[in-house]
Nanobody
Framework: QVQLVESGGGLVQAGGSLRLSCAASGRTFSTYAMGWFRQVPGKEREFVAAISRSGGITYYADSVKGRFTISRDNAKNAAYLQMNNLKPEDTAVYYC??????????????????WGQGTQVTVSS
């Protein structure tokens, strides 16, 4: 199991930017695909972005494409989500997740094995 800790959430005005970080424990971070999901109370957790082990392949939800960028630094055991041009509908708890056990990059919750505790992002209008 890998421990994941998100940081970087907060309150921002519409049009602003935030950068979320996900710090991972262990020495095999480069073997995990990573993903970001978000959840609003009363709704299902939804996919935001995912990145392959090397960082060469990325996927995005249509709702964030062109505004969010996922990246990773395997030397620092960290993944990031740069969020630009934020909208009120981006308000949610954001979670990072690690895919340790499966080949490929998943866009579904079932494709991930470990989850962080989440960080709140609030975008005011």
């Amino acid at each position: 199991q890998v421990q994941l800790v998100e940081s970087g959430g907060g309150l921002v005005q519409a049009g602003g930017s935030l950068r979320l970080s996900c710090a991972a424990s262990g020495r095999t971070f480069s073997t995990y695909a990573m993903g970001w999901f978000r959840q609003v109370p009363g709704k299902e957790r939804e996919f935001v972005a995912a990145i392959s082990r090397s960082g060469g392949i990325t996927y995005y939800a249509d709702s964030v494409k062109g505004r969010f960028t996922i990246s990773r630094d395997n030397a620092k055991n960290a993944a990031y989500l740069q969020m630009n041009n934020l909208k009120p509908e981006d308000t949610a708890v954001y979670y990072c997740a690690a895919n340790r056990l499966r080949i490929g990059v998943s866009m579904t919750q079932s494709g991930y094995d470990d989850w962080g505790q989440g960080t709140q992002v609030t975008v005011s209008s």
